[in-house]
């Protein structure tokens, strides 16, 4: 049975995805795609296909078996439908230890705290489950929700990285964020 986390007062709950999710990951960022395009990379259309969505969940179960990343599912914990995402990637051990984080979820279940619950379980896993050091995230300066989710879970800005990343067809510059599992302190315990 794979591994789940649970956050029964925001109602949802994380697991990787698996091959048994590509419809539903299909339908959330074909759902997504709109609202989402001014904070997103410009993806062809072959992207929002079954094929590309079902390699592309193999590529992340392959990254989770060789300990490089985790693709991990929101679920409302009530119905178990899948509502978001959160990512650690480029996960790297050794002298580094940190991961990068990346994580979105579906328009109508924004409020509530169910992002920010999500952020916390994932972030505990990298620090529990991985023994990281660091989880940082990168976000487009103009992002405020991202902003309070990061911030209500103990992330610090850090600086701006400069035309960081394509997004919606341009380098744009991101508001670098991080928390060390210190940071935390017994609050992991």
């Known amino acids: 049975m794979p591994l789940t986390l649970y956050d029964t007062p925001k109602g949802i709950s994380l697991r990787l995805l698996t091959s048994q ?17 001014a ?13 590309a969505q ?9 990254a989770a078996e060789e300990g490089t990343g985790y693709q991990f599912g929101i679920f409302t914990i009530d119905d178990g439908i899948l509502i978001g ?7 790297v051990q050794g002298v580094a230890n940190y991961t990068d984080m990346g994580y979105f979820i579906h328009p109508d279940y924004q409020g509530g705290g169910r992002m920010t ?15 990281l050091n660091r989880v940082q ?7 405020t929700g991202s902003k309070r989710v990061l911030e209500k879970n103990g992330f610090q ?5 400069r ?16 928390v060390l599992a210190e940071d935390l302190g017994e609050s992991l315990q």
Do not use: W
């Open 85 to 91: 995402q959160v990512s650690l990637n480029n996960v």
């Open 137 to 143: 995230a990168a976000i487009l300066l103009s992002n």
């Open 54 to 62: 079902t390699r592309r969940i193999q590529e992340r179960m392959q």
């Open 39 to 51: 904070v997103e990379p410009v993806r062809d259309d072959e992207f929002y296909t079954l094929h």
């Open 21 to 37: 999710d590509t419809e539903a990951y299909l339908a959330l960022i074909q759902n997504t795609r709109l609202p989402y395009q």
């Open 163 to 178: 035309k960081y990343l394509k997004i919606n067809g341009a380098y744009q510059d991101h508001q670098i964020y991080a």
């Open 117 to 131: 619950a999500a952020v916390k379980l994932a972030v505990s896993y990298a620090f529990r489950a991985l023994k």
């Open 157 to 161: 800005a850090e600086g701006i990285a």
